[in-house]
C-alpha cells in the first residue's frame, strides 16, 4: 500500500508540471484555433536558457526559471507577430498549412540548440537534486515537490489573470468568438500576439521546473510536446482547468505504469489512455461538466 500511495504521490507531483506546460498549449489552441506543434520546442530552449543560467552563472533553476520566462515570452510574441500571424491573415491559407508552420519553427529551434549545445545529454545536479523527505513510510522527492508548488501558483495566478484582468478577459472573449470580440472592440490581433507569448513564457516555467528531473537534449522537445498536445485533448481544447486535470490524471498514469508494468513503457499508459479518451470521450474532461 505504501508503494502505491507513494507512486501515486509522484504522479500527481510530476502532472502538475505536465499541467503547467500544457495549459500554455491549450491557452494557444484556445486562441489560435491551430495546434502549436513548435509547444514542445519552445519548453526545450527555456530548459537550454535555465540552464545556461545555471552553468555559467550558478544560478538555481527556480530562479533561472524567471529569466528563461521573459525570454521565451519575447520569442513567442516575435513568433505569432511575423510569423503565424502573416498566415492567419490571408484566407486562402489552410489550417494545414498553419500547422505545418509550427512544424517549421519547431525544427528551426531545436536544430538551432544542436548547433549551439550539440546533441549531447546534459543535465542540472543541485544540492537537492537527491533530496527527499519522508511521510511515514512515503519517500516524496524534494525537486518534484518545489516544481508542484510552483505549477499549482502559476496555475492559480493564471487563473486569476483571466478571470480578474481586463486583458484575461479580452483572452477569453477572443477564444470564445474572435468576430463578436473583434465587434465589441478588442484588439484580436494584440491579443493573439500576447497569448502565444504567454503560452511560451509558461512553456519556460514549466521545462524549468522539471530541468532537475530530466535528462536535456535537443531531440526532448518532441516528448513534450506529445505530452502537452495529450493533456489537451483530455483536459479539452481550451480549458485550462481541464488541462490541470489532464496533467495530473497523465502523470498519474506514467507512474502507475513505469512502477507496476515497466519504465520503459510509461510513455505508452500515456498514449492508450489518449486513445481510449479520443474513442469514448472525444471532448476530454470538459464535456463530463456539461452533462
Known amino acids: 500500500m505504501s508503494l502505491f500511495l507513494q507512486t501515486i504521490i509522484c504522479g500527481i507531483l510530476l502532472g502538475a508540471m505536465y ?30 536558457i535555465t540552464y545556461f543560467c545555471f552553468k555559467e552563472w550558478g544560478i538555481d533553476p527556480y530562479l533561472g526559471m524567471f529569466i528563461s520566462m521573459p525570454i521565451l515570452f519575447f520569442i513567442g510574441c516575435i513568433i505569432q507577430k ?40 546534459r543535465s542540472v545536479a543541485t544540492s537537492y537534486s537527491s533530496s527527499t523527505f519522508f511521510l511515514g513510510d512515503i519517500s516524496i522527492s524534494i525537486p518534484m515537490t518545489i516544481g508542484f508548488l510552483i505549477a499549482m501558483i502559476f496555475t492559480w495566478l493564471l487563473h486569476l489573470f483571466l478571470t480578474r484582468t481586463d486583458l484575461g478577459r479580452s483572452i477569453r472573449a477572443t477564444a470564445q468568438d474572435r468576430d463578436a470580440a473583434i465587434y465589441m472592440g478588442v484588439n484580436a490581433p494584440r ?16 521545462g524549468s521546473l522539471l530541468l532537475p528531473l530530466f535528462y536535456l537534449w535537443p531531440d526532448i522537445g518532441h516528448l513534450f510536446t506529445a505530452k502537452a498536445f495529450i493533456i489537451t485533448i ?13 496533467g495530473l490524471t497523465l502523470g498519474i498514469a506514467e507512474s502507475l505504469g513505469a512502477t507496476y508494468i515497466s519504465m520503459g513503457y510509461k510513455d505508452v499508459v500515456g498514449l492508450i489512455i489518449f486513445l481510449l479518451v479520443l474513442l469514448f470521450l472525444p471532448g476530454g474532461f470538459k464535456s463530463l461538466t456539461r452533462r
Do not use: C, W
Request: aromatic share 6%; glycine share 14%; hydrophobic share 60%.
Open 19 to 48: 499541467a503547467l506546460i500544457a495549459i500554455g498549449m491549450t491557452l494557444i489552441m484556445g486562441v489560435m484555433k491551430i495546434i502549436n506543434l513548435a509547444h514542445g520546442a519552445l519548453v526545450m530552449v527555456g530548459m537550454y
Open 82 to 121: 511575423y510569423l503565424i500571424n502573416r498566415l492567419v491573415e490571408v484566407d486562402s491559407i489552410l489550417p494545414e498549412n498553419q500547422v505545418l508552420l509550427t512544424v517549421g519553427i519547431m525544427l528551426v529551434l531545436t536544430e538551432t540548440m544542436r548547433l549551439i549545445f550539440k546533441s549531447d545529454y
Open 191 to 206: 491579443i493573439t500576439v500576447i497569448t502565444f507569448g504567454i503560452g511560451s513564457a509558461l512553456a519556460a516555467a514549466g
Open 234 to 246: 483530455l483536459g479539452g481544447m481550451g480549458s485550462t482547468m481541464g488541462a490541470l486535470f489532464g
